[in-house]
């Protein structure tokens, strides 16, 4: 499964509904870091698929989303269960720093 995108529209149903974990990548087309993360977090999904999901918000494009969650800086990452944010990393790592935090907080 790869990453999804997330509009303020389905964000709720998509994110806050979900039955598994969803890991959300707050990101923006000009920013260069979210970028390089985003190769990573395709492969991640595929490798956690059956743990959790991917999906990444725009936050030009969905502004009430990012401003709900504080965003101010990009990319940053957002690990909900059961509706709840329960994890963040921000920044740009490499795919296993980010595999590995996010199986630590799962």
Request: aromatic share 6%.
């Amino acid at each position: 499964m790869s990453t999804k995108a997330v509009s303020d529209a389905t964000f709720a149903s998509e994110v806050l509904g979900s039955s598994k974990p969803v890991l959300v990548d707050f990101w923006a087309d000009w920013c260069g870091p979210c970028k390089m993360i985003a190769p990573a977090l395709e492969e991640i999904s595929e490798e956690l698929a059956d743990k959790v999901e991917i999906a990444k918000v725009d936050i030009m494009e969905n502004t009430d989303t990012a401003s709900q969650f504080g965003v101010q800086s990009i990319p940053l990452l957002i690990l909900f269960k059961d509706g709840q944010p329960v994890a963040q990393k921000l920044g740009a790592a490499p795919k296993s720093q980010i595999k590995g935090w996010l199986e630590s907080v799962l």
